[in-house]
């Protein structure tokens, strides 16, 4: 595969949603991270299960954020077993784009209550660019956690950031990883997984939309 003011918004675009927690003990990825949701599309035999996505709160509100590219077409919905909410995207006016990559887009939750558990941005002005971080909701699955290198910023697509996967030497990525959130080691929402490198035989390196591009996007929305 290649490469959300209020309680009831969330973002989809350039990164994707899902629940969380909060109060993490430093570097231990099972707690304060976002217990992943699924983005299902509309068919003609039902939704159907295709991405994935994380509730993040950030200036009082809590937003969906996903991935652009899983966005582009059609009627979506979110929940992580079956669709509970259905979801209106939009962009953000006047964000900008990473140079290579996906765009946020904002939309609002049509009907039901917001979650109780999500998580907040990075508090820095930038997504780490050394260090460990935690994907959720890779390779096979929203129950799944995968630790990953952070490499740095890539040269292949300027504005994303590069991570390697740690992973088993026959692990394969399963589909609707896209938009898969990325965790700091304080619980913190790093950025959003938006594809693999396609040149890479066994999928380990991946192009991830960073919080700095998240957090423009949300701060075009609350200005008046």
Not at 108 to 125: D, F, N, T, V
Not at 149 to 162: F, H, Q, T, W
């Amino acid at each position: 595969m290649t490469e959300r003011g209020g309680a009831r918004r969330a973002v989809l675009g350039a990164l994707l949603a899902a629940l969380a927690g909060t109060g993490a003990a430093a570097g231990d990825p099972a707690l304060g991270s976002p217990t992943v949701t699924r983005l299902w599309r509309a068919g003609p035999d039902g939704p159907a299960p295709a991405c994935t996505g994380a509730y993040v709160r950030d200036a009082g509100a809590v937003w969906l954020v996903t991935v652009r590219h899983c966005t582009e077409h059609g009627v979506w919905h979110a929940g992580r077993d079956a669709p509970e909410h259905r979801l209106t995207v939009r962009d953000p006016a006047g964000a900008r784009p990473p140079r290579h990559g996906d765009l946020v887009r904002l939309g609002e939750l049509a009907a039901g209550p917001a979650p109780a558990g999500h998580a907040a941005l990075a508090p820095s002005a930038r997504a780490p660019r050394a260090g460990t971080v935690w994907v959720h909701g890779f390779p096979y699955g929203v129950e799944h956690v995968t630790a990953a290198r952070v490499l740095g910023d890539s040269a292949a697509r300027p504005g994303l950031v590069e991570l390697r996967m740690v992973v088993g030497p026959q692990t394969e990525a399963g589909p609707g990883f896209s938009g898969a959130p990325v965790i700091d080691q304080d619980g913190r929402l790093a950025g959003v997984l938006a594809a693999l490198r396609a040149d890479d035989a066994r999928a380990l390196t991946a192009f991830v939309v960073p919080v700095e591009t998240l957090r423009a996007a949300l701060a075009r929305l609350a200005a008046p």
